[in-house]
């Protein structure tokens, strides 16, 4: 599993994301590029996975092939 900043880096450069225009989205996305591993304390939460959450339900506007494959390594991390 590898850090939740790693992926950040990899969705903001996918062409399709410039597309999204949730301002909510892109602020998860800037929280997402300080995060470490999904197991990892973040926030006052205990693990990252709820800032994960959050970005998968805001982010309905993002398409194509690397969103989904994204999202379906982010749904793997899933407890």
Known sequence: MR????LA???????AWK??????AHK??????TAGLVNATFGADLNGWPLLAS?????H???G???RRLRAE????EP
Request: aromatic share 8%; net charge positive.
């Open 9 to 15: 880096v990899e969705i903001e450069a996918d062409p």
């Open 19 to 24: 597309k999204v225009t949730s301002t909510d």
């Open 55 to 59: 970005f998968r339900s805001c982010t």
């Open 65 to 67: 092939p690397e969103a």
């Open 28 to 33: 998860i996305l800037k929280m997402m590029k």
């Open 74 to 77: 982010i749904k793997s991390w």
């Open 61 to 63: 506007q993002w398409k």
């Open 3 to 6: 850090k939740i900043s790693e």
